[in-house]
């Protein structure tokens, strides 16, 4: 989460969730002259202290948390809520997007995805074999006469979120039309990918009460092919 440093004391991130629980997170000293301060707002976020409640930020009957800026016990932000999705999963894909404000957010896209693979291969032609023992023109089985220069190969994803809100359904933009787009796979790893999508059908629950969405992308960097 990013916000604007107009503190002269010290800065913190106060974190309640459903059950009660505060904690506060308090901001690195070395940005206290930055503009603007960045505060990991994350479920695994490592807390400075706790001010009522008992540790872990997430337990297994929590069902939301709110984030605030706060300097001395005061509120100097608005409320962000994050609410915890623990429905089943058919896939565990996640794209982590930079949304229009600088920061850093993910949907996750938990319902089936296909793979299609691409490629397009440059050629040209040239006559193959040559003049036999017997003045006759042959070329072996072998021989190519067609020759592949250049292969393009790409590979494209498509992803498809799970039901979500209103709120939820406006900030999905964000992500179709982030520039800086990173796609968690199973393995855990985060990948660089362009959302291909060039538009997308705004969806709101007065005309759609069950709303998902769902994404193409594509690898930002192609497979090594010898050629």
């Keep these: ?22 904690f506060e997170l308090t901001t690195a000293t070395v940005m206290n002259k930055e503009p603007v301060i960045s505060a990991s707002v994350g479920p695994t976020t490592t807390m400075t202290s706790i001010i009522s409640g008992t540790l872990p930020l997430i337990k297994p009957d929590t069902t939301f948390y709110d984030v605030m800026v706060a300097q ?20 565990p894909f996640e794209i982590l997007f930079m949304d229009r404000m600088g920061s850093f957010s993910s949907f996750a896209f938990q319902l089936r995805d296909t793979v299609t693979n691409n490629n397009q291969k440059s050629t040209f032609k040239r006559l193959a074999g040559g003049l036999g023992t017997k003045s006759v023109y042959t070329y072996e089985s072998t021989a190519r006469g067609e020759q592949v220069y250049n292969v393009n190969f790409d590979k494209v994803q498509q992803l498809t979120t799970n039901w979500m809100d209103d709120a939820s359904s406006l900030y999905f933009q964000e992500l179709v039309s982030s520039p800086v787009t990173y796609l968690k796979t199973e393995s855990g790893d985060y990948v660089a990918v362009v959302v291909t999508d060039s538009s997308s059908v705004e969806q709101r629950q007065i005309d759609k009460r069950l709303i998902k969405y769902t994404v193409n992308v594509r690898f930002a960097n192609s497979d090594n092919i010898n050629i």
């Design 1 to 22: 989460m990013n916000f604007a440093n107009w503190f002269t004391e010290h800065k913190s991130i106060w974190f309640e969730n459903s059950n009660g629980d505060l």
């Design 72 to 91: 001395s016990g005061v509120q100097y932000s608005e409320v962000i809520r994050f609410y915890l999705d623990n429905r089943c999963i058919i896939n």
